[in-house]
């Protein structure tokens, strides 16, 4: 099979009525209808695809389906086709009770469509909001169907959407021996890439698994730039809720791989950090179990710690790079800092340099001019893929 990519280009219509305030609406790929609505005419159709995977109000199944559309299956990545699972929970295969529509879970014992899933389909479709970041296993689950594609000789769709925190790339890069569903390509925390933008990655730099290639077609966002600030309109997860969530979580997720909370089974997760250990202060909190985290860390503990929750207040612009001060700091504060880091620490970092130089002491300036090198190095390539100014 010749492998190929193509890039279909914003029709006018599509920017038609984009003009609000004297700026561009950002508007995601999956809204232009028109721009892919041929390709899958006459189509056996597969689309992956969460609670994110909307045209304004209406999800796209529905839009497909009413534009004639045949879709076939439904894959499902973490959280499950409507977004509400647990964390790290295994999410089972189901049939969608709206559309009468095999869902097929890629989220449990195993994370890769089999051929028998993809033998009645001729085209997938990948409509899924990511967030940017390293350890967000959506990006994880795009590589393993890129591999089923590439095997069984099927083109892959993308839908591409805006990356929230795509204005800035920072962070260790994965070093390859701590690889994980959390991290399977030696990349920074904070990318810097539209799911678009890696997917060509993965294809250019022999990146997939025996270094096959994915027959991609993207659609491209309009309005877009990596320098926009873009506000996600329906949560990408159950644990990251809100704007401010989003955007603090490349400098909070690190947190999870220790004993601290960051607010899962609260009504504001990861815009706080606390432990029962931390010295006490004005703020606190207590995890119970809500939708999306049915056993937070710490459920029914108070917690003393930090509230972040106005950090981005006043229209502040997001800062651009993680910050580490807060993993320090609350290090520092800890009283039992022999099992402060956990395991799962490394694969969230992506090496087992990090927490030595924390528990050396070494200022967050010396430690982020550690990273340096790796980063200009995954700039160059990651230039080379960029679909956006």
């Known amino acids: 099979m010749m492998v190929k990519w193509f890039i279909i280009p914003v029709m006018l219509f599509a920017v038609t009525g984009c003009i609000e305030a004297g700026e561009k609406r950002i508007i995601p790929a999956a809204e232009q209808t028109r721009d892919y609505i041929d390709l899958l005419k006459g189509k056996r159709v597969g689309i992956m695809a969460n609670q994110t995977s909307v045209i304004g109000n209406v999800h796209l199944v529905d839009s497909l389906l009413s534009l004639g559309i045949e879709i076939e299956k439904i ?9 509400i699972i647990d964390r ?62 590439a095997e069984n000789d099927l083109p892959l769709l993308i839908l591409d959407r805006p990356n929230p925190n795509g204005f800035y790339v920072d962070g260790p890069v994965l070093d390859t021996a701590y690889r994980s569903f959390v991290g399977l390509q030696p ?16 294809n250019g730099e022999g990146l997939l698994s025996g270094a096959v290639k994915c027959d991609l077609i993207i659609i491209k966002c309009a309005g877009y730039s990596h320098n926009s600030h ?18 603090l979580y490349p400098s909070l997720c690190l947190f999870e791989g220790t004993p601290v909370s960051i607010g899962r089974g609260t009504d504001f997760p990861f815009q706080v950090i606390g432990h029962p250990d931390l010295p006490e202060s004005d703020f606190s909190f207590t995890p119970h179990p809500v939708e999306g ?15 972040l929750r106005d950090f981005f207040a006043g229209g502040i612009v997001p800062a651009d790079h993680m910050d580490l ?16 880091f956990t395991a799962y620490f490394n694969n969230m970092a992506g090496n087992n340099i990090l927490q030595e130089q924390i528990k050396a002491g070494i200022s967050e ?15 160059k390539i990651r230039e080379k893929y960029l679909l956006y100014e």
């Open 365 to 379: 300036e010396v430690i982020r001019l550690s990273w340096q090198d790796d980063l200009n190095r995954f700039r």
């Open 293 to 307: 985290a049915s056993n937070p860390v710490l459920k029914g503990v108070e917690c003393h710690g930090y509230d």
């Open 75 to 83: 894959f499902s990545l973490e959280h499950g086709f409507t977004g």
């Open 187 to 202: 990349i920074p925390v904070v990318h810097g890439m539209t799911v678009g933008e890696y997917a060509l990655m993965l």
């Open 325 to 340: 001060d807060w993993l320090i700091r609350v290090y520092n504060e800890f009283p039992d800092k022999d099992n402060f």
């Open 230 to 247: 873009y506000t996600l309109p329906v949560r990408p997860s159950p644990n990251l809720p809100n704007q401010a969530a989003v955007l």
């Open 88 to 149: 790290g929970s295994a999410v089972s295969s189901h049939v969608d009770s709206r559309s009468g529509i095999q869902v097929i879970s890629l989220y449990g014992n195993r994370k890769k469509p089999a051929p028998e899933d993809l033998k009645d389909i001729d085209l997938i479709i990948f409509d899924i909001q990511d967030v940017g970041v390293r350890c967000y296993s959506y990006i994880s689950s795009l590589q393993r169907l890129m591999e089923a594609c």
